[in-house]
């Protein structure tokens, strides 16, 4: 979900941080990568949890629904002649790529990649002016789609809760005045407005159009969506001991995955669309403590990890739950689909 470089302003050693990958010693252990295993990675983008897992002997099936990752990894394919496999498809979709026997493991880690924010023709990046784009496959509506077609109440939704933006109701407003003179075409053009509605402050860490960005790009690509259609999946692909490892950099993230491990645990509770349960066999224990977040040291040689959090469960011999994403608490929002035409 939230971009991996945490907001879209740098910070010394951002850029050769750019491609390492977060929490890596973190994923691996509780992974559990060896020969003989089969581990799915949902996200391969840049490959360096692939990669790694390849170098402790395990098979490697690898997910990304961006083309531009697929073509990048092919170098890795070859080199490991029969270990990976690469294939360009949603992460939610994981399932339909599992062996018969199922996983060993799956990992996951959540949100935009660098590479994407560096290509500017993406639409990720307003310090990069490009089209106001921000599809990850490329396909379907754009984020200039929903900018200049949606309503602006439906806007006000997308940017409070999804970004998280305190003047959403403001920034929506002076969308739909200007799109009456001018449609937003480019990031730039849409950072400028917001910039003049909601002027940078001194104390500001970061720019007034990060969370717009960011809800934005969340809405686009269906993340929240994708993300919780992913931990269910993982559940019916994985073989009993396999273990499911996945790094957040958002507070929505990781509240999903909190809760999708806390529903999986067994112990009683409830939600406000569901009343209390009895405790159940767990379907999911914990591994470790729960939450594990970045070394001091890491956060401090790579401003990736700083707000990267872990959680991972090893799945039971019980009974995968109801798929079933009420678990979740997501929001309704308006379907991209009726934008169209």
């Not at 259609?229 to 993230?253: I, M, N």
């Not at 066999?281 to 990736?304: M, Q």
């Not at 991972?312 to 934008?339: M, W």
Request: aromatic share 4%.
């Amino acid at each position: 979900m939230a971009s991996k470089t945490d907001g879209e302003h740098s910070r010394p050693g951002e850029e050769a941080a750019r491609h390492i990958p977060v929490m890596l010693a973190e994923v691996l252990e509780a992974l559990e990568p060896s020969e003989g295993k089969v581990i799915l990675d949902g996200t391969f983008g840049a490959g360096g949890y692939a990669r790694a897992i390849l170098d402790r002997g395990a098979t490697v099936i690898a997910l990304d629904r961006d083309p531009t990752a697929i073509a990048g990894g092919q170098a890795l394919v070859t080199e490991r002649a029969g270990r990976l496999s690469l294939v360009q498809s949603e992460f939610s979709r994981l399932a339909e790529h599992a062996p018969e026997g199922g996983l060993d493991g799956v990992v996951l880690d959540i949100g935009i990649s660098s590479m994407q924010i560096d290509e500017a023709e993406r639409g990720f990046s307003f310090q990069k002016n490009g089209p106001l784009d921000m599809r990850m496959s490329g396909n379907g509506l754009s984020a200039a789609d929903v900018v200049n077609r949606a309503k602006v109440s439906d806007l006000i939704r997308i940017f409070s809760f999804l970004g998280e933006e305190k003047q959403a109701g403001r920034i929506a407003r002076a969308i739909e005045k200007r799109r009456e003179r001018e449609p937003f075409a480019t990031t730039r053009d849409l950072a400028n407005l917001i910039e003049l509605v909601n002027p940078r402050k001194a104390k500001d860490k970061i720019h007034p159009a990060t969370r717009v960005f960011q809800a934005l790009r969340v809405y686009v690509n269906d993340e929240l969506g994708e993300l919780g259609r992913a931990l269910l999946a993982a559940e019916a692909a994985l073989k009993p001991g396999g273990r499911l490892v996945v790094v957040t950099f958002h507070s929505l993230e990781d509240r999903m995955v909190k809760k999708f491990f806390a529903d999986r645990s067994g112990k009683a509770q409830g939600s406000r669309h569901m009343p209390m349960i009895e405790d159940r066999p767990p379907v999911f224990t914990p591994v470790g403590k729960g939450l594990v977040i970045a070394s001091e040291d890491e956060a401090e040689r790579n401003p990736r990890a700083r707000s990267a959090k872990l959680r991972a469960g090893i799945r039971t011999e019980v009974a995968a739950g109801k798929a079933d994403l009420s678990i979740f608490d997501l929001p309704s929002l308006t379907a991209l689909e009726k934008l169209g035409g």
